[in-house]
């Protein structure tokens, strides 16, 4: 598992992680002797990587001139050196370390999110008796081998979040529900420590840029409790949008074949929020 250091490091000129890309089999990195980036190989060659090398920085972070934007219009790019900017790579790294669990890690992933002293604050008595905490049996036929097999990735993932060398807790996206280009997320952390501190918003940010890029999901779904402020607080920091007419979006979003098995959520209909993101 890479330590935060060690993904600063490979934090490439532009602010976009290098080890996290899709490439990163092909390519070391733009910092590395065998830069395989599509953009450093254009006929122009890479904008960020041609400035920063002549200019003998690390980084679009630490040009002083106005002009550090001006050849991106990446909204990725922009945030993240807007972040590496005001906070340090260091800081950077750290909210975007996140991977697909294998299917040896699904009962890790189950006590995370039934038996962990996170599991209160979204299932189970006294706040969710409509939604029961699962027990092993339960939550293996519910989340199905598929969320852990590679090659099943465009039906649905579970991912693991990592902080440094600790794993805090899961993502979850499933597909094969939902019209095309379409993505239901959940999240669960593994520590109350853990929680209020931006890691989930962070994480669901890179889930849903990873979705964007690996898979071409347009269309992102998420469903909380109605009860479960704090959590839609958060999901509207990484720009998510709660609908009013709840029917007509789930009609839109999932599959005519799965409106009856999935319609409700896992609240009930009165008491499951619908936010979106497109």
């Known amino acids: 598992m890479a330590t935060i250091s060690e993904v600063a490091r490979n934090i490439g ?3 976009l992680v290098c080890s996290l890309c899709h490439l990163k089999d092909a390519c070391k990195g733009c910092k590395s002797d065998h830069n395989g980036c599509s953009r450093h190989l254009s006929q122009n060659g890479c904008y960020h990587y041609n400035c920063c090398v002549e200019r003998g920085i690390e980084g679009c972070w630490e040009c002083s001139g106005q002009d550090m934007f001006s050849e991106s219009h990446d909204i990725r790019i922009r945030a993240f050196v807007r972040y590496a900017r005001e906070e340090g790579v260091e800081k ?3 909210y975007v370390l996140i991977r697909h669990a294998t299917l040896e890690e699904k009962y890790k992933t189950y006590e995370w999110l039934c038996l962990s ?3 209160g604050l979204h299932m189970g008595v006294p706040d969710y008796p409509e939604n029961p905490i699962p027990d092993w049996d339960q939550f293996h036929r519910d989340f199905e081998d598929f969320y852990y097999q590679p090659e099943h990735r465009k ?3 579970v991912m693991i979040i990592t902080n440094d060398q600790a794993e805090i807790g899961c993502l979850c996206y499933a597909c094969f529900h939902l019209i095309p280009n379409a993505a239901e997320l959940d999240i669960w952390l593994n520590r109350l420590e853990y929680c209020g501190k931006g890691y989930g918003t962070a994480a669901l940010k890179k889930l849903v840029e990873y979705l964007r890029s690996e898979l ?3 269309k992102f779904l998420i469903r909380p409790s109605e009860k479960n402020i704090r959590a839609i607080r958060a999901y509207h920091k990484v720009g998510f949008i709660r609908v009013k007419d709840k029917k007509a979006t789930l009609r839109a979003y999932l599959l005519p074949e799965f409106l009856d098995d999935y319609g409700d959520g ?3 209909f009165e008491h499951t929020a619908v936010l979106v993101l497109e």
């Open 155 to 157: 039906r649905g993932g």
């Open 117 to 119: 002293d996170t599991a």
């Open 266 to 268: 896992d609240y009930g």
């Open 13 to 15: 000129y532009c602010g």
């Open 92 to 94: 950077l790294a750290e």
């Open 216 to 218: 071409g999901i347009e």
